[in-house]
């Protein structure tokens, strides 16, 4: 049963630390997406990549996130350093381009808390 | 830019009747439209999508969409509900051409009273 999995599921550090999450996407998929669930703002994308190459990071706040593939097997999003305001639910998600569209795949997310 | 109103909170609906969760779009250009739900503590699953065809798509566990153009719309339906439906959705929609962000509505929490 192919799935998106995301590492860790839950992380709680300090403020200051930097923070790394993980993405296996399916495999296969060549699209990759890093979104953030909170209350307030709801569903936010944050990225998204192409054959690993990014094609839209307008979402994320340049100057503590990053995001790489470092190869077709494997996303980062990377926080540093963290803020108790990026406090939330971080879900990856993969697809497939086929038919000029993208049916996305979600991951479990990973919770991060930052006190 | 394009937008996604799920106008309800929460739908509260009894267990066997039909329920109907609302979404309305705003896009440029020909939608592509997507229904997802998430249990909780898990990730969003997808239900059904809407590309070009058939105004009636048929999804998971019993759901189904229209597709309404000139409304703008595409409320998720089942014809009887079950317990086990309650959960929150998500609307989402994208443009046809060539930018793929998916821009997701705030959630519609759906409650199926026994």
């Known amino acids: 049963d192919a799935r998106v999995t995301q590492t860790p599921r839950d992380k709680v550090t300090e403020m200051g630390q930097e923070v790394t999450m993980r993405c296996q996407p399916i495999?296969?998929?060549?699209?990759v997406f890093w979104y953030r669930q909170t209350m307030m703002q709801g569903l936010e994308l944050l990225a998204y990549?192409?054959?690993?190459?990014?094609?839209?990071d307008s979402g994320m706040p340049k100057d503590r996130f990053s995001a790489e593939m470092p190869d077709a097997t494997l996303a980062t999003l990377k926080i540093q350093p963290s803020e108790p305001r990026d406090s939330a639910v971080y879900f990856c998600?993969?697809?497939?381009?086929?038919?000029?569209?993208?049916?996305?795949?979600f991951g479990q997310g990973t919770r991060l808390t930052v006190v | 830019a394009q937008s996604v109103a799920q106008p309800e909170d929460q739908v509260n609906v009894a267990e066997g009747n039909p329920l109907t969760v609302k979404c309305t779009y705003s896009?440029?250009?020909?939608?592509?439209l997507f229904w997802y739900v998430q249990y909780p503590n898990r990730g969003l699953q997808f239900l059904l999508k809407?590309?070009?065809?058939?105004?009636l798509v048929k999804g998971s566990y019993g759901f189904e969409a229209e597709f309404n153009k000139s409304q703008t719309s595409f409320h998720l339906k089942k014809p009887s509900a079950l317990v086990s439906d309650s959960a929150l959705y998500f609307c989402?929609?994208?443009?046809?051409?060539?930018?793929?962000?998916?821009?997701f509505g705030t959630g519609t929490r759906l409650t199926i009273i026994p």
């Open positions: 998600a993969s697809g497939r381009q086929g038919g000029g569209y993208t049916e996305a795949f």
């Open positions: 495999l296969g998929h060549n699209t």
């Open positions: 990549f192409r054959n690993r190459a990014p094609l839209d």
């Open positions: 896009v440029s250009g020909n939608p592509y």
């Open positions: 809407y590309i070009t065809g058939d105004n």
């Open positions: 989402a929609v994208r443009d046809s051409r060539g930018n793929e962000k998916l821009t």
